[in-house]
């Protein structure tokens, strides 16, 4: 091409810096180093949010209030005298009295415990419905995802408060954690079913599975090993955001008088009674009800932070 | 188009019959026998209330009652209350309420929450994107109830802006507040979905072409990247119809509104299967269309997919 070549002549020419770097040196692998993961890559993003921290913070403080309440107050949550009716915030006694009475900082510290254990648990039983329902659905394809996918549809068309309050009415006399755990997590199971399977899918065929499989790996153990982990990222975003959502539908069962029953102290049961005494003093509404929200919120920020953290896209803005 | 609608249609079948033996399952389960309920603490004749269970279908085997169930709805007879009333005039009276009610709050979050989200997501990291989520966590993690008994407190008894509950009269007027709180929620959804589209289309390469071939900023903006970004936010509004009716029990119940929830949570009290199940089957029905409904709006609002 000397004509190319001619037209050139006549152009600045750039240099780059000479790079002296032996080419052995650059095609060292670096074994020490740590292989930059996904979840590595994560972390060291979610380290610098303030976001993470705090609603960390906030969770580490309602998990240590709910397993240790007797930690945080020496009043008894149940113990309510008439004559303290209504009572304005006196020593040890930091937030007043409700109208039956009770302590109210008592009764907010340990009412922590029924809606941390409700929505953990109805979290785990949903994660582990949905996750296998939607990874078979979505790894092993065909008529396994037909029959599946209705299923979840049929689930998902029950709209869970009704679900909930239907299936509560048959549980009346045996009203336990346990039974709204039930309640909520057997109609609760279909996003993160649809979830993992769409995560499933997009993973299923990807180099790295079809070596496995050259490899001789079994189905199962693929499944397992190497597309469950990959998949695992929007699950557990849902899941952390579901635990907010799950302990306000607690709440919501509660308020409505089907949830806990009134000997377990709860968040909701205490802002159903606050309906009552709202207009003479308001702090009673406010305390569970700032609990309870600050509780959700804090699992709805660490969703937050943990997707932002897992999402190239929205990393590098 | 005929063809994805016809398979979307016969795909509703299964999901139908399964929500609604579901449903029938777990009625027929409830504790408590609603025939000698009726009868008070007296209780019935036993002749009476043997006639009252075979005119009910109670005195059947289960799967016989949902065949028969099955086969009064697909001819729009949903039976008779235990009071005596056709389940079907109740329906007729409670549903028009719910429905403007959930129309009022679809509106509600639909435009504020299109809004909100549509600057927030343009000003991505300033003050206003800053407040808008902040605002929208905090309606997320309160309650529904304690937004209702707040805003019933200061808006309508000390502020007197508006009535206190609704009762008989179901005006735009006194419904306006419960559909706020009704919309709540689902605003905070509709905002935070607007903004992180909004944002993620602004950076698409469809924008960039349209605003180097010279387009103004509110052209890309409201055809561009509005138009792609409400895709997501559509397919929740659609969703969310068929929540919202169904989330009305507490709502309804806050502001004593004569609606579906209402009567629903009544009928639930009182073992009232038939018009349990007839109410909720109406609410499964509304949702399965509504989110049929949607797919077919997806056709309209983006050019890239065609059923064929």
């Known amino acids: 091409m000397p004509d190319a070549v001619s037209t050139r002549k006549h152009q600045e020419h750039f240099f780059a810096a000479l790079d002296d770097t032996p080419l052995a040196a650059v095609d060292t692998v670096d074994e020490e180093a740590a292989p930059a993961s996904l979840w590595a ?277 | 188009m005929a063809w994805y609608v016809g398979r979307r249609l016969l795909q509703m079948v299964p999901v139908f019959l399964g929500a609604t033996l579901l449903i029938y399952a777990m009625v027929f389960a409830l504790p408590g026998d609603p025939i000698q309920a009726l009868g008070g603490d007296r209780g019935l004749n036993e002749a009476v209330a043997a006639q009252l269970r075979a005119e009910y279908n109670l005195d059947k085997p289960f799967f016989v009652q949902y065949l028969l169930y099955l086969k009064g709805i697909l001819t729009l007879d949903f039976g008779t209350t235990f009071s005596g009333r056709e389940v079907i005039d109740v329906m007729g009276e409670v549903f028009p309420v719910t429905f403007q009610l959930s129309i009022m709050a679809l509106t509600f979050e639909a435009v504020l929450g299109i809004t909100v989200g549509l600057i927030a997501g343009l000003r991505k990291g300033k003050l206003f994107d800053a407040t808008a989520l902040l605002v929208s966590l905090v309606v997320i993690a309160v309650p529904i109830f304690v937004i209702g008994f707040v805003l019933q407190f200061v808006v309508g008894v000390k502020l007197q802006w508006l009535p206190v509950t609704v009762g008989g009269d179901v005006t735009f007027r006194t419904l306006l507040m419960p559909a706020i709180v009704l919309g709540a929620v689902s605003f905070a959804y509709v905002l935070r979905l607007t903004r992180t589209s909004v944002a993620e289309n602004l950076t698409a390469d469809f924008v960039r072409t349209a605003t180097a071939k010279g387009l103004s900023r509110s052209r890309v903006v409201n055809v561009h990247v509005l138009r792609n970004s409400l895709i997501p936010v559509v397919t929740y509004l659609g969703a969310d119809l068929g929540a919202l009716m169904a989330g009305a029990i507490v709502t309804e119940g806050i502001f004593n509104i004569p609606g579906v929830g209402n009567t629903l949570y009544r009928a639930i009290q009182q073992g009232q299967a038939p018009t349990v199940v007839s109410l909720v089957t109406v609410l499964v029905v509304v949702y399965i269309v509504a989110n049929l409904f949607v797919d077919m709006l997806y056709a309209l609002l983006d050019p890239r997919i065609r059923y064929a």
């Open chain 1, 41 to 317: 890559d994560a972390w060291r993003s979610l380290r610098r949010r303030p976001l993470f921290w705090i609603s960390a913070a906030l969770i580490l403080l309602v998990v240590t209030v709910a397993a240790f309440p007797s930690l945080f107050t020496s009043v008894e949550p149940r113990f309510c005298e008439l004559r303290n009716s209504l009572g304005e915030p006196s020593a040890g006694h930091p937030f007043g009295f409700d109208r039956q009475g009770c302590d109210i900082y008592a009764r907010t510290v340990y009412g922590a415990r029924a809606s941390v254990a409700v929505g953990v648990l109805t979290t785990l039983a949903v994660v582990l419905i949905g996750a296998v329902v939607g990874a078979i659905a979505g790894f092993y394809g065909g008529w396994f995802d037909s029959v599946l996918s209705r299923i979840t549809d049929i689930f998902f068309a029950i709209p869970l408060v009704l679900a909930a309050i239907v299936v509560m009415q048959m549980f009346r006399d045996n009203k336990t954690i346990t039974t709204v755990v039930l309640v909520l997590g057997v109609f609760g199971w279909p996003q993160i079913a649809r979830i993992t399977r769409g995560a499933v899918m997009s993973v299923k065929n990807a180099d790295f599975i079809t070596a496995a499989k050259a490899l001789g790996a079994s189905r199962v153990m693929t499944l397992i090993r190497h597309v469950m982990p990959n998949a695992a990222a929007p699950i557990i975003v849902t899941a952390t955001v579901s635990l907010g959502i799950f302990i306000v539908a607690e709440a919501t069962l509660s308020f409505l008088g089907i949830g806990l029953p009134p000997q377990i102290t709860s968040w909701g049961a205490d802002i159903a009674k606050a309906q009552v005494s709202l207009r003479s003093q308001p702090s009673i509404l406010f305390y569970p009800a700032g609990a309870l929200a600050l509780t959700v919120l804090s699992f709805i920020m660490m969703g937050d932070a943990v997707r932002d953290a897992l999402d190239p896209k929205a990393r590098k803005r």
